[in-house]
């Protein structure tokens, strides 16, 4: 009968701590639940940071286009208690840009840190930003001169110093873009140099940011058909001149720009001593004087002749 009663009241008292037990859980669940119960809370305007870039440029990959917004909204999930130890500045947002190991397409994640480990990410606004990269090369691009107003001067053979220029971007990118110089002078002056620009297939100007052109500044050089100015010198006081004519009417020159537009014309003065009495027209040669800065391609002496009375 003994022994029976020590194994009731040891049953008893097992019986007993588990209730004890079971009451512990029941009331942690209770206050876990209803004092601290599992809740969502949007944490906005949380700012993006993107990194990774520098180490994109040491391994030779740029960006063709790539989108950056600025920040996120994130919803929260946790118990009340830690949601409310929360602050905007305890919420981290990344995009690593580490990801990317070569040209391509890419759509990189949005990645949140938080600084307890029972909170939870359950809603992004932005998962994941979009970009696209390619090889960074440099190529050399011949630069292409166009004009507008050069043909009235005379002005044609285009040639720019560096008649090259080193271009560095993405590698499909710069295989659709050419290098050139826009000449105007249509208002007859001429710029002492000229600033490279950069052009797509359909001549439309290109204006991004992620392509650079080394030494970007040239002289540009040409030739002209310069008009030749011949007058009759040391005529006697009774001999009216009527006419001068004289070949060639214009001799090429070539030069730098600017000194070509605002070079004076070639000029020649013929002499007359010759008895005038015995023809109404005298010819000869007339040395030309060309202005200074310009190399001569014309000749020396132009053929002219001279009617009078």
Same mark, same amino acid.
């Given at each position: 009968m003994e022994g029976d009663f020590a194994v009731e009241k040891e049953v008893k008292k097992h019986v007993t701590r588990i209730l004890c037990a079971l009451c512990a859980v029941v009331l942690w669940l209770y206050v876990t639940y209803t004092e601290d119960p599992e809740m969502q809370t949007w944490i906005r305007n949380v700012p993006i940071t993107y990194a990774g870039e520098a180490e994109l440029s040491t391994q030779g990959i740029t960006f063709i286009s790539r989108e950056q917004p600025e920040t996120v909204n994130v919803k929260i999930a946790g118990r009340k208690s830690a949601l409310r130890r929360l602050s905007a500045e305890d919420v981290k947002a990344t995009v690593q840009y580490s990801a990317i190991g070569d040209a391509g397409k890419y759509e990189l994640p949005v990645q949140i840190t938080l600084p307890e480990s029972g909170l939870r990410v359950s809603?992004?606004? &932005?998962?994941?930003? $979009?970009?696209?990269?390619?090889?960074? +090369?440099? &190529? /050399?691009?011949?630069?292409?001169?166009?004009?507008? @107003? +050069? /043909?009235?001067? @005379?002005?044609?053979?285009? *040639? +720019?110093? $560096?008649?090259?220029? /080193?271009v560095t971007g993405p590698k499909g990118l710069l295989e659709r873009l050419k290098a050139g110089v826009f000449v105007d002078l249509a208002g007859g002056d001429a710029a002492e140099t000229y600033t490279v620009s950069l052009f797509d297939v359909n001549g439309e100007r290109f204006l991004g940011d992620n392509v650079k052109i080394e030494n970007d500044t040239v002289v540009i050089s040409a030739t002209r058909a310069m008009p030749i100015e011949i007058e009759a010198a040391n005529v006697p006081e009774n001999v009216e001149i009527r006419e001068v004519t004289?070949? $060639? =009417?214009?001799?090429? &020159?070539? @030069? =730098?720009?600017?000194?070509? *537009?605002? +070079? /004076? $014309? &070639?000029r020649g003065a013929y002499s007359v001593w010759l008895d005038f009495s015995a023809s109404p027209a005298k010819s000869g040669a007339v040395r030309l004087v060309y202005p200074e800065g310009v190399e001569v391609l014309g000749p020396a002496y132009a053929s002219a002749e001279m009617f009078f009375e």
């Open positions: 809603k992004i606004s &932005v998962q994941t930003v $979009p970009c696209q990269t390619d090889v960074l +090369a440099t &190529v /050399e691009k011949t630069v292409v001169i166009t004009s507008s @107003g +050069a /043909e009235p001067l @005379g002005i044609r053979n285009f *040639v +720019a110093s $560096p008649s090259v220029v /080193e004289y070949t $060639p =009417e214009t001799v090429d &020159v070539r @030069g =730098e720009l600017a000194a070509l *537009v605002s +070079a /004076e $014309p &070639v």
